[in-house]
């Protein structure tokens, strides 16, 4: 039963600057219904993206398109400027990383166990020797020391998150897509996640966070992506996508930008009761 | 950080069963009827494979009893044991359930109507082969049957399981009332004896003919323990992390029927052991697929030979049929189960 399988094709060190991930008119149905319309979005190795927009925006599925998750209706996605179809699951796990938004484990095993499964891909390769290595600086990395000898399942849903986290930065793949990282998490493990986030961007990977926190985007993030209706409405450095009005309209809710008192950073709060 | 904490632990363990085993098969055909002592079991074999060392079984024909009566039946029931055990754990892993079970879901009942149709009619197309040939095709069936309703949205929900358990075994039990009905006298013994689940059947080239389907089964499944461990993640993120999961799943069902069949074709249904053992060994050393599947097969090895050494010697002259005998141990441990997963989940998740 053994079957001959194709030796995995191992990536090459990413390239400051270079498009790890691009997206081309991404057309992405569910149901039939067009969830994510005519995305054009590239990724470079080096910079955080972040992925905001009002609930049902598409910025779930546009992360699982790219992911290789779903198949888009239309356009194509190319993984380090290869076609995604072009490569073995195996080939995809070594070159990019995925953190779901929900954390289920059918058995019992434990958060260290469960970082260590981030090594399978590089099973049988060279770099299976740094797996100890690799693990226990992503157990470091999110904080989740502590609890790494514990049954994962008796976790809290932010230590979980942040065994997740752990595991996604233990497959060490050069295109990391996080989908709410921060969503279980307190304002000190907010900060830390997307402090992580920036060290890949430092190391030359590059980091895909679907993030509501408007603020949180605005401080890390490179580049916003900003989707409305399964549309971009806008993409480019913080400062040019979150403004006042375009916010306003795209969240039908009211919504400020400040300069921050102390240091000038854009500051992005929702207008309450006056 | 410890790297990996307990790393003895599953060697550990897997040794020991191991030497349990060994031991347990020695003093299992020991005992019967006619008490041979060890020494002179051990005597025997060494005997047979060329080395004089050692006593000879001074009852009289004693090295006949060992070598046609319990010897096979010994290894039948290491076979069928290993099995059990064995496809229990893969079939947990891929349904991501530990409530699934070959007899729980209806695959050894699926399994016994191909295999008591084919000797009911007398068919032998496949020579030796041909009841576990047929247990496997219908085992095969059942097990793509049983995974294809009980799934939805990548999970399966253990109500959805069960009740189609319950389906299962129902029309399979129904068939296997009808290939009864229809068959003479004689088969009909055969056919009960069996539906209850024994090893009295026994012979040698029964054995022959399971322990292929055994071997196999055990090697692909140890094959897949990796990935196995990756798929409780759930199949996204399993697919995430390079696993090729619609491969996997299609390797455990046919590993799942390849086991089955060569656990039912000549020992009927046994139901609960590939439920007991693999939570038995979860507890001991956690769920880690590379330890839980070779102690799973070695401790359900151990627990058939075990459980059929009782049932033939407790009651003299008589026999208990192995299968109630395993029922009425893992049917309340199955009921402590079905409790805990329902107070764990917070009800029927």
């Given at each position: 039963m053994i079957a001959l399988r194709r030796r995995p094709r191992l990536p090459a060190p990413p390239e400051h600057g270079a498009v790890a991930l691009a997206a081309a008119a991404l057309?992405?149905?569910?149901?039939?219904r067009a969830v994510v319309d005519d995305v054009t979005l590239d990724v470079r190795h080096g910079e955080v993206l972040a992925l905001v927009g009002p609930n049902g925006a598409g910025k779930s599925t546009l992360l699982a398109a790219l992911c290789g998750d779903l198949r888009p209706a239309a356009g194509t996605i190319r993984v380090a400027s290869e076609p995604l179809d072009a490569f073995t699951p195996r080939e995809l796990a070594l070159r990019?990383?995925?953190?779901?938004?929900?954390?289920?484990?059918?058995f019992p095993f434990t958060a260290g166990d469960v970082v260590r499964m981030g090594r399978v891909p590089w099973a049988g390769t060279p770099l299976e020797d740094d797996d100890d290595h690799a693990v226990a600086t992503a157990l470091r990395d999110a904080d989740a020391v502590?609890?790494?000898?514990?049954?994962?399942?008796?976790?809290?849903?932010?230590?979980?998150?942040?065994?997740?986290?752990?595991?996604?930065?233990?497959?060490?793949?050069?295109?990391?897509?996080?989908?709410?990282?921060?969503?279980?998490?307190?304002?000190?493990?907010?900060?830390?996640?997307?402090?992580?986030a920036r060290r890949e961007a430092a190391r030359g990977h590059a980091v895909v966070v679907v993030v509501h926190d408007l603020d949180l985007?605005?401080?890390?993030?490179?580049?916003?992506?900003?989707?409305?209706?399964?549309?971009?409405?806008?993409?480019?450095?913080?400062?040019?996508?979150?403004?006042?009005?375009?916010?306003?309209?795209?969240?039908?809710?009211?919504?400020?930008?400040?300069?921050h008192p102390r240091t000038g950073r854009p500051l992005v709060l929702p207008r309450r009761g006056e | 950080m410890k790297a990996k904490p307990a790393a003895w632990k599953p060697a550990l363990l897997i040794a020991g069963l191991a030497v349990a085993l060994v031991v347990m098969v020695v003093v299992a055909a020991a005992l019967g009827q006619v008490n041979i002592p060890p020494d002179q079991v051990v005597g025997s074999i060494l005997h047979r494979i060329g080395l004089d060392v050692g006593p000879l079984p001074e009852a009289a024909q004693g090295d006949n009893a060992l070598w046609l009566v319990r010897f096979p039946r010994v290894a039948l029931a290491v076979v069928t044991g290993a099995s059990l055990g064995c496809a229990g754990s893969v079939m947990q892993g891929v349904f991501g359930n530990p409530l699934a079970e070959p007899g729980v879901i209806g695959v050894s009942s699926g399994a016994a109507v191909g295999a008591a149709g084919v000797i009911v009619f007398g068919f032998t197309f496949l020579g030796n082969w041909?009841?576990?040939?047929?247990?496997?095709?219908?085992?095969?069936?059942?097990?793509?049957?049983?995974?294809v309703v009980s799934r939805s949205g990548g999970r399966t929900e253990v109500v959805t399981l069960l009740l189609t358990g319950i389906a299962?075994?129902?029309?399979?039990?129904?068939?296997?009332?009808?290939?009864?009905?229809?068959?003479?006298?004689?088969?009909?013994?055969?056919?009960?004896s069996w539906q209850l689940g024994s090893l009295a059947s026994a012979t040698w080239p029964a054995v022959g003919a399971v322990t292929p389907c055994a071997v196999v089964g055990v090697a692909v499944a140890l094959t897949c323990a990796r990935r196995l461990d990756v798929l409780a993640l759930g199949e996204r993120p399993a697919r995430q992390l390079g696993v090729d999961v619609e491969r996997l799943r299609l390797l455990c069902v046919v590993v799942i029927a390849l086991?089955?069949?060569?656990?039912?074709?000549?020992?009927?249904?046994?139901?609960?052991?590939?439920?007991?053992?693999?939570?038995l060994v979860r507890m001991a050393v956690g769920p880690g697929h590379r330890a839980l599947i070779p102690a799973s097969a070695l401790g359900g090895a151990l627990i058939l030979v075990t459980g059929d050494l009782v049932a033939r010697t407790s009651i003299a002259y008589q026999e208990l049929p192995l299968g109630v005998l395993t029922s009425l141990v893992g049917g309340p441990f199955f009921f402590w189960l079905l409790r805990r997963a329902r107070s764990r989940a917070g009800g029927w998740g």
């Amino acid at each position: 039963m053994i079957a001959l399988r194709r030796r995995p094709r191992l990536p090459a060190p990413p390239e400051h600057g270079a498009v790890a991930l691009a997206a081309a008119a991404l057309t992405v149905e569910r149901a039939g219904r067009a969830v994510v319309d005519d995305v054009t979005l590239d990724v470079r190795h080096g910079e955080v993206l972040a992925l905001v927009g009002p609930n049902g925006a598409g910025k779930s599925t546009l992360l699982a398109a790219l992911c290789g998750d779903l198949r888009p209706a239309a356009g194509t996605i190319r993984v380090a400027s290869e076609p995604l179809d072009a490569f073995t699951p195996r080939e995809l796990a070594l070159r990019r990383s995925m953190l779901p938004q929900k954390h289920t484990l059918s058995f019992p095993f434990t958060a260290g166990d469960v970082v260590r499964m981030g090594r399978v891909p590089w099973a049988g390769t060279p770099l299976e020797d740094d797996d100890d290595h690799a693990v226990a600086t992503a157990l470091r990395d999110a904080d989740a020391v502590p609890f790494a000898d514990r049954p994962f399942t008796a976790l809290s849903g932010g230590e979980q998150a942040r065994v997740a986290l752990a595991r996604v930065l233990a497959q060490r793949a050069a295109t990391v897509l996080l989908d709410e990282p921060t969503a279980a998490l307190d304002i000190r493990h907010q900060e830390l996640v997307f402090g992580v986030a920036r060290r890949e961007a430092a190391r030359g990977h590059a980091v895909v966070v679907v993030v509501h926190d408007l603020d949180l985007a605005a401080a890390y993030a490179d580049r916003v992506a900003l989707l409305a209706e399964g549309r971009l409405a806008a993409c480019g450095p913080s400062a040019d996508v979150l403004t006042a009005d375009r916010l306003t309209e795209v969240y039908r809710h009211d919504i400020e930008v400040l300069p921050h008192p102390r240091t000038g950073r854009p500051l992005v709060l929702p207008r309450r009761g006056e | 950080m410890k790297a990996k904490p307990a790393a003895w632990k599953p060697a550990l363990l897997i040794a020991g069963l191991a030497v349990a085993l060994v031991v347990m098969v020695v003093v299992a055909a020991a005992l019967g009827q006619v008490n041979i002592p060890p020494d002179q079991v051990v005597g025997s074999i060494l005997h047979r494979i060329g080395l004089d060392v050692g006593p000879l079984p001074e009852a009289a024909q004693g090295d006949n009893a060992l070598w046609l009566v319990r010897f096979p039946r010994v290894a039948l029931a290491v076979v069928t044991g290993a099995s059990l055990g064995c496809a229990g754990s893969v079939m947990q892993g891929v349904f991501g359930n530990p409530l699934a079970e070959p007899g729980v879901i209806g695959v050894s009942s699926g399994a016994a109507v191909g295999a008591a149709g084919v000797i009911v009619f007398g068919f032998t197309f496949l020579g030796n082969w041909t009841v576990v040939g047929a247990a496997f095709v219908f085992g095969l069936l059942t097990t793509l049957l049983v995974y294809v309703v009980s799934r939805s949205g990548g999970r399966t929900e253990v109500v959805t399981l069960l009740l189609t358990g319950i389906a299962v075994n129902a029309v399979a039990t129904a068939a296997l009332g009808l290939l009864m009905f229809a068959s003479s006298n004689d088969a009909l013994r055969a056919i009960t004896s069996w539906q209850l689940g024994s090893l009295a059947s026994a012979t040698w080239p029964a054995v022959g003919a399971v322990t292929p389907c055994a071997v196999v089964g055990v090697a692909v499944a140890l094959t897949c323990a990796r990935r196995l461990d990756v798929l409780a993640l759930g199949e996204r993120p399993a697919r995430q992390l390079g696993v090729d999961v619609e491969r996997l799943r299609l390797l455990c069902v046919v590993v799942i029927a390849l086991l089955t069949s060569a656990a039912v074709a000549f020992s009927g249904i046994i139901s609960f052991v590939g439920l007991v053992v693999p939570h038995l060994v979860r507890m001991a050393v956690g769920p880690g697929h590379r330890a839980l599947i070779p102690a799973s097969a070695l401790g359900g090895a151990l627990i058939l030979v075990t459980g059929d050494l009782v049932a033939r010697t407790s009651i003299a002259y008589q026999e208990l049929p192995l299968g109630v005998l395993t029922s009425l141990v893992g049917g309340p441990f199955f009921f402590w189960l079905l409790r805990r997963a329902r107070s764990r989940a917070g009800g029927w998740g």
